[in-house]
């Protein structure tokens, strides 16, 4: 673990629904699978589809990928989704030569109005030290091999700025349309832990 | 899974937050009081108004405490009612600092 940041403050209510979780636990009143399916539900299925249907919409209408790196926050408001925690997102492009990569240094900046609730390991400490001190090895333990001649450029999320990667569209998926593309994409993808 | 319609269509003060039609959360520990209570109450085999009453009270003593905020205290009200737990459990059960991850 590193030890380069202070713990993240535990808010009275978040320790008091740890508290009821761990009392009901004691009572063998808490079935954590289905807790947790749920869960994992919100982390994968809500979210990301928002996000996924940005990029699908950027791969098939370059003038909207234009607007979308140029100003993110108004390229997604365009397709209705926004809200307090989706402001300011910055749009950037994954290339033959450019691999990007999301993470939030100091606590867990995420842009949830497109990707959903962040999993568990983006707010970890030895992912929030290891993807600015040695991405390359830390996304080859994720499953993400970037050749070496591939820059790899890190993006630390804040309030005022929340990032999201536009992946390059997969070889062989000419034909395909909006939503064929978008359920090509996954949030993992979108923070740059992965490619479609 | 999907929401319980009960749970999920709730409409007045205790709607579910939403963006867009699809559930919101300001932080992780959110969605997991949600989804705490929606199994638990499913578990102990209450009508879903035992916890929606509570939520309702909540709120309307304090209309501007986060909506989330409501929840876990209507949860927790419901489980101290029904003899599951004591606020003195609960105090002892309290962690002062988040668990590793």
Known sequence: MSDHHAPEPLAPVEARVAAIETVLERRGLLDRSLVDAMIEQYEHNLGPMNGARVVARAWLDPAYKRRLLADGTAAIGELGYG???????????NTPTVHNLVVCTLCSCYPWPLLGLPPTWYKSAPYRSRAVREPRALLAEMGTEIPDDVEIRVWDSSAEARY???PERP?????????????????????GVARP | MTLRDDVGLMAGPEALPRDNGELVFAAPWEGRALAIAVTTVERL???WDEFRSRLIAAIAEAPERPYYESWALALERLLVDHGITSPDE??????????PL
């Open chain 1, 83 to 93: 809200g307090p925690e989706g402001h300011h997102v910055v749009v950037v492009e």
């Open chain 1, 164 to 166: 999201l990667v536009l």
């Open chain 1, 171 to 191: 070889a062989g998926t000419d034909g395909l349309d909006e939503e064929q593309l978008a359920a090509l994409v996954d949030r993992d993808a979108m923070i």
């Open chain 2, 45 to 47: 085999g209450l009508p």
């Open chain 2, 90 to 99: 609960l105090a002892g059960a309290t962690p002062t600092e988040r668990p």
